[in-house]
């Protein structure tokens, strides 16, 4: 069965610190892999996803992550994070057509 | 284009009661999917509507069960509701494609059961 780790549950940096989530999965196929973001009193969205192709993927708001097929892994990473950044992040995986599994969540909390 | 939209926002629900949350979806989309988000977790599967028939189903009881209309919307049913049903429960809509699965989130109904 697949699942998804997320290592950090709780994450607090200072602006302008850079930042890196990492994300785990565990299926043997072929995987579409995303990120999304729930700022708070706000609903879901799409951060960043990765189908195929080049494995270093560009979301919005100077997100990036990175596919590492041998890994099993799909890290977010921003260089330089904002006040604004300050939301749950959560890692999720699919089979192509099936059903989506997400991790239980980071929250991220930035100090102005 | 319009998102995807959730009714109620908030319902509050005694145990053994029965709820209906609905969800429509964005417009093109064919599929629904539901998913249960409990305190401090990460969403959970419920199951996902295509074609009006169910698509799959995540590890929930059958007193959850749903419904998509010919216009692509849907319903979730809770039966003989539980303590531990208190739950975001959120909707999503795509197209549903071999290769292309990218979910729309609406921003969910807060159900408190007392």
């Known amino acids: 069965a697949q699942s998804v780790s997320q290592h950090n549950h709780h994450v607090i940096l200072s602006e302008a610190a850079s930042l890196e989530l990492g994300c785990n999965y565990s299926?043997?196929?072929?995987?579409?892999l995303f990120w999304y973001v729930q700022y708070p009193g706000q609903h879901l969205q799409l951060l960043l996803k990765y189908f195929s192709g080049d494995p270093l993927v560009k979301g919005i708001k100077g997100f990036e992550a990175e596919f590492i097929k041998s890994k099993f892994s799909f890290n977010l990473r921003k260089p330089s994070v904002q006040w604004s950044d300050t939301a749950e992040y959560f890692c999720a995986v699919n089979a192509p057509g099936d059903k989506i599994i997400f991790g239980k969540g980071t929250r991220l909390h930035i100090l102005p | 284009e319009t998102g995807v939209t959730q009714s109620p926002t908030h319902l509050i629900k005694t145990r053994g009661q029965q709820v209906t949350l609905r969800c429509s979806s964005q417009s093109g989309h064919n599929t629904v999917s539901w998913y249960q988000q409990a305190l401090g977790q990460g969403p959970q599967f419920i199951f996902q509507y295509y074609r009006e028939e169910e698509n799959g189903r995540g590890n929930f009881p059958p007193r959850f069960s749903g419904l998509q209309f010919p216009n692509y919307s849907s319903e979730l049913n809770v039966n003989a509701l539980e303590l531990d049903d208190s739950a975001l429960y959120l909707c999503?809509?795509?197209?549903?494609?071999?290769?292309?699965?990218?979910?729309?989130f609406g921003p969910g109904t807060r159900l408190t059961v007392l």
């Open positions: 299926y043997g196929g072929t995987v579409n």
């Open positions: 999503a809509s795509s197209f549903l494609d071999r290769s292309y699965n990218e979910q729309f």
